[in-house]
């Protein structure tokens, strides 16, 4: 299967703002390894590590929220902690079709479509995290008309949506899954869920249903009706007055079992205090900021257990695919732009007015 030699591509030169992002129409088109696809890109979702990667908020400098107009930190890595190397091309959530294989790679994978597993392994020893990295930022990623990835990271997807809609599953949907196998989240369990009309939030909330167990969302009164669609057992403002009071008055009782947070910031000394006796907090994400109070008595005199969640598990990846392909999860699009309009999607993307995920195409 033939194709060009040149690409457009969005170019990230280093850390700072959306003009660090160059659109290029004569960039190379990658060579696959003898282990790699090569991958024709059909759309590919905006998420968070995106913005913060560029940005270099994963420094410990910066202690603002995500996107939040602050320089980039003097001590700017990547996810992981090592240098981001430029230039990069990002984008995580990527769904095309595979028009090339390496000669270890599986053969059969051509001229099928895909979605990508963000997650870079050792394929030898898939469970070790050290041994980990991320589409787009330890290796070039989706935002561009092609991509190489290993081919064990390219998973057959059979479902009617169109690219644009499987691009909102990648990302927000495995941190949201997740979160809760982390969490071990069963039919038992009241989860509140911060943040429920983003991308990972509205996940959580579908995830967790599908789970069986209760929802209660946290949103503001404009996206209100747009998170009622979900179907969450009770919606609660953004920040309550005191939300151990409006946990009592929509639930009848004012506590939960399960905080699934990808907010942080000022409302997190909340959060725990209204977690159950022997309850789960766990966490990948600070969009409103990354330094927290916490009383160190409200955790061990309560028996809590906190997990962050990044890297997840093979197998919750091609979970989710099947979730996708036996329709117990719908995607939320909530807009899409060509990848020439990159700089004015991430910003729409940080000024959070959507609900669910915005998607760029290539080619536009």
Not at 100 to 112: C, E, I
Not at 253 to 259: G, I, L, P, S
Not at 297 to 307: A, E, S
Request: proline content about 6%; glycine content about 12%; aromatic content about 6%.
């Amino acid at each position: 299967m033939s194709h060009p030699e040149k690409m457009q591509a969005a170019v990230l030169t280093g850390h700072g703002g959306p003009d660090m992002l160059q659109v290029r129409n004569d960039w190379p088109v990658p060579v696959p390894g003898s282990d790699e696809v090569l991958i024709r890109v059909g759309a590919c979702g905006i998420n968070n590590t995106d913005i913060n990667t560029r940005t270099g908020w994963y420094g410990k400098s910066a202690t603002r929220g995500t996107g939040d107009g602050q320089d980039a930190a003097d001590d700017a890595p990547s996810w992981g902690g090592a240098p981001l190397h430029f230039p990069r091309i990002q984008g995580a959530d990527v769904v095309g079709e595979v028009v090339a294989a390496g000669s270890d790679a599986d053969p059969s994978l051509t001229g099928r479509r895909v979605m990508v597993d963000c997650w870079l392994r050792d394929w030898s020893d898939p469970m070790d995290r050290s041994k980990t990295g991320y589409v787009g930022s330890e290796c070039d990623g989706g935002f561009a008309e092609f991509m190489a990835v290993d081919h064990r990271n390219a998973v057959p997807v059979d479902s009617p949506m169109s690219d644009a809609e499987l691009a909102t599953f990648a990302c927000s949907y495995s941190t949201a899954e997740g979160m809760l196998t982390r969490a071990a989240v069963t039919t038992d369990d009241t989860v509140l869920v911060t943040g429920a009309s983003g991308g990972v939030g509205s996940a959580l909330v579908q995830l967790a249903h599908r789970r069986g167990a209760r929802v209660v969302s946290l949103t503001s009164e404009a996206k209100r009706e747009q998170v009622a669609s979900l179907n969450p057992s009770a919606i609660l403002p953004r920040a309550p007055d005191n939300l151990g009071a409006a946990l009592q008055e929509a639930t009848g009782r004012d506590t939960v079992d399960v905080v699934a947070d990808i907010v942080g910031g000022d409302g997190f000394a909340a959060l725990i205090d209204v977690l159950a006796r022997g309850g789960r907090y766990t966490c990948s994400g600070a969009i409103a900021g990354p330094i927290v109070s916490l009383d160190l008595r409200t955790l061990y005199l309560r028996d809590l257990t906190f997990t962050g969640s990044t890297v997840l598990p093979p197998q919750v990846f091609r979970d989710l695919v099947g979730y996708i392909e036996q329709d117990e999860v719908r995607p939320l699009l909530a807009q899409t732009w060509p990848l020439s309009q990159i700089g004015a999607a991430q910003e729409a993307f940080v000024a959070k007015k959507h609900l669910g995920n915005l998607v760029l195409i290539p080619g536009g």
